[in-house]
Each structure stands twice: as structure tokens, then as C-alpha cells.
């Protein structure tokens, strides 16, 4: 079971990024994926969720949109609107609670596998 998050850079303010997660080892249907980041000096902190099993979806920031490709069963972090203090390392996260509850969660215990993260920084 391995995540891999991609897609992070440098990017201005009020740009967009699009991060990217592909699991392998599972389908996206049947794991909730979750978006976490950490800033330095800062801790892990959610930023959205999606239940892969009912497709409920859950945001810390308005300005982000999780979005899936089920042919490719990679999940997508549409990020807009992007300002300084968005700059962290992503992490995306899997959980396998997904069949067994409604929604999904932004807490780190609820996820047994971690990908390598991606650094997204907001910078003029």
C-alpha cells in the first residue's frame, strides 16, 4: 500500500495549484482520502476529506476542491485562490474506515497509510 502526493511548486499569490494522490494497493471507492498539511514549526493540520464509499466530502478552506478520476483512481486538491499562509508541505492520507462510516474525518488517527508530501509555496 504506498500514496503518492505530487503537484506541489511555487506559486504567487491568488494563483492555483492542483495536487495529485495516487494509491496504490486499493481502489479510491473503498478508502477515504484525506488532504493534510504542515507548515513549518506548525502541526499537521486537515485541509479535506473525501469517503471514497458514500462520496461525502469535507473542507477546512472554501477556496479547495477535492475531485476524483476513478479510471486512473487518483484523487485531485484543486487549490485557488492560494495566499502566503498556504505554504506547507501536503500530505495525502488513506483511511480504511470509509465502508463502515458516513463522511469523513480530519483527524490524523483516523488514517493508517501516509504518503511522501509536496511542498506548496505561496510566494511573490
Known amino acids: 500500500v504506498q500514496l503518492q502526493a505530487s503537484g506541489g511548486g511555487l506559486v504567487q499569490p491568488g494563483g492555483s495549484l492542483r495536487l495529485s494522490c495516487a494509491p496504490s494497493g486499493f481502489t479510491l471507492g473503498d478508502i477515504a482520502i484525506a488532504w493534510f498539511r504542515q507548515a513549518p514549526g506548525k502541526g499537521r493540520e486537515g485541509v479535506s476529506c473525501?469517503?471514497?464509499?458514500?462520496n461525502s466530502t469535507h473542507y477546512k478552506e472554501g477556496r479547495f476542491t477535492i475531485s476524483r478520476d476513478n479510471a486512473k483512481n487518483t484523487l485531485y486538491l484543486q487549490m485557488n485562490s492560494l495566499k502566503p499562509e498556504d505554504t506547507a508541505v501536503y500530505y495525502c492520507?488513506?483511511?480504511?474506515?470509509?465502508?463502515?462510516?458516513?463522511?469523513?474525518?480530519?483527524?490524523?488517527?483516523?488514517?493508517?497509510?501516509w504518503g511522501q508530501g509536496t511542498q506548496v509555496t505561496v510566494s511573490s
Open positions: 492520507a488513506a483511511g480504511s474506515y470509509a465502508p463502515l462510516m458516513t463522511g469523513c474525518y480530519l483527524t490524523p488517527g483516523w488514517y493508517e497509510h
Open positions: 473525501i469517503n471514497g464509499n458514500d
